[in-house]
């Protein structure tokens, strides 16, 4: 029998867009075979209570799914350390983890297709992630690989998520080592370099830069 892999959505303030996601997924043809894991961040000030409440009230009404599990953090931990530690937590106990965030339109085939890519590419220690978007560039076949990974709707195993360096600073030694920048970049049509230095500098917080570079250097 096959295993499917958790479902992890993280939601905070949102609850028009966290409604859609969540209706959308429910669509999918695997939903109801799916167990479901909803963390759901504190409020980061007072003009946030209300809207982490309303989205509070509604995860606690969702059905359609083999499982619903909700996580109320106490505190806000904010975005990037909420995913990082939801992501370790559930991927710990399932081994591999298909990661929403509230503001994602699923396709109806979206949960088989990253399922069925689970397993295909669950031995292969060269590919990190799975990824349901896909640039929006004429010509591109309907799958295909590239280096690094993408954070708007995807999935991983334990053995790729334990890549993974929080440390911002790490990685840039590690890019400027291997002298990768221009690659990293995409022959310089992104600057997720520049991201990573600001991350690094405070002025962002980041987890799909780290996790990107981090997917980027696995061989």
């Given at each position: 029998m096959k295993v499917l892999a958790p479902i992890c959505l993280f939601v905070y303030n949102r609850p028009w867009h966290t409604t859609q996601t969540?209706?959308?997924?429910?669509?999918?043809?695997l939903a109801?075979?799916?167990?479901?894991?909803?963390?759901?961040?504190?409020?980061?000030?007072?003009?946030?209570s209300n809207s982490v409440n309303e989205v509070r009230s509604y995860i606690a009404t969702i059905t359609g799914f083999k499982s619903v599990n909700i996580i109320l953090r106490e505190t806000n931990l904010g975005l990037a350390q909420n995913i990082i530690s939801g992501v370790s937590d559930v991927i710990n106990i399932h081994g591999k983890?298909?990661?929403?965030?509230?503001?994602?339109?699923?396709?109806?085939?979206?949960l088989k297709f990253m399922n069925d890519a689970l397993d295909l590419y669950k031995n292969d220690e060269n590919?990190?992630?799975i990824h349901g978007y896909v640039y929006?560039?004429?010509?591109?076949?309907?799958?295909?690989?590239?280096?690094g990974a993408d954070c708007w709707g995807w999935a991983t195993w334990a053995r790729?998520?334990?890549v993974f360096e929080p440390n911002g600073a790490k990685l840039l030694d590690e890019i400027k080592q291997k002298k990768?920048?221009?690659?990293?970049?995409?022959?310089?049509?992104?600057?997720?370099?520049?991201m990573l230095k600001n991350q690094i500098a405070g002025n962002n917080d980041s987890w799909a830069v780290r996790w990107h570079i981090s997917a980027f250097f696995v061989r």
């Open positions: 969540i209706e959308s997924l429910k669509k999918n043809i109801s075979e799916s167990d479901l894991y909803i963390f759901s961040d504190g409020s980061r000030n007072d003009n946030a983890i298909i990661v929403l965030e509230d503001d994602i339109i699923t396709h109806p085939k979206f590919v990190a992630s929006p560039i004429e010509g591109l076949p309907e799958t295909f690989f590239v280096k790729a998520w334990s990768a920048e221009k690659e990293i970049n995409y022959n310089n049509s992104m600057n997720y370099v520049r």
